[in-house]
């Protein structure tokens, strides 16, 4: 169960990077930018599909689904945002990888992003796009749990957004 909670934090953290683009409005600026923000208090559940995994610790297996929400703040610990994002486990077991796609609801539109999780504690992915105010955002982030932490609850993160 461990193992879920760090790829659940991990995920959580990478995509909670959108929430501060979108609430810099930054998908409209006409050059790149660097944008910091903080990722906590994640809830998470883990969709065990058949076949099953045999006990609460064992690690998730290929087919399985992660189910994430989480709230996102600016560096300040203002609220910007709220995450919801799935995983589908595509290699099961103790060094499994997974695709995760996340959704930002905000008041001017939906960031989007996706990561392809491979394991590492610090997490990488892409702004591959957005509706409303964030229609045709893109760009990269980092995803990195804070000294002493685990599981990505709290996560720094870093984005930087292409012109």
């Given at each position: 169960m461990r193992r879920i909670a760090v790829l659940a934090g991990s995920v959580v953290a990478v995509l909670a990077t959108g929430a501060v683009l979108a609430a810099s409005g930054g998908a409209q600026d006409p050059g790149g930018r660097t944008i910091n923000l903080v990722t906590k208090d994640f809830k998470f559940k883990l969709v065990?599909?058949?076949?099953?995994?045999?006990?609460?610790?064992?690690?998730?297996?290929?087919?399985?689904?992660?189910?994430?929400?989480?709230?996102?703040?600016?560096?300040?610990?203002?609220?910007?945002?709220?995450?919801?994002?799935?995983?589908?486990?595509?290699?099961?077991?103790?060094?499994?990888?997974?695709?995760?796609?996340?959704?930002?609801?905000?008041?001017?539109?939906?960031?989007?992003?996706?990561?392809?999780y491979t394991g590492s504690a610090d997490v990488s992915g892409s702004v591959v796009g957005g509706t409303g105010a964030y229609a045709g955002a893109r760009g990269t982030f980092v995803s990195k749990d804070r000294p002493g932490e685990s599981g990505g609850d709290p996560s720094d993160d870093t984005v930087t957004l292409l012109p």
């Open positions: 065990d599909n058949p076949p099953r995994s045999r006990g609460r610790r064992a690690p998730p297996g290929a087919g399985d689904q992660e189910v994430l929400s989480a709230t996102v703040l600016n560096p300040t610990g203002a609220r910007v945002g709220r995450l919801h994002a799935t995983c589908a486990v595509t290699v099961g077991g103790r060094r499994g990888r997974a695709v995760c796609q996340g959704i930002y609801d905000l008041a001017d539109g939906q960031m989007h992003l996706l990561v392809a």
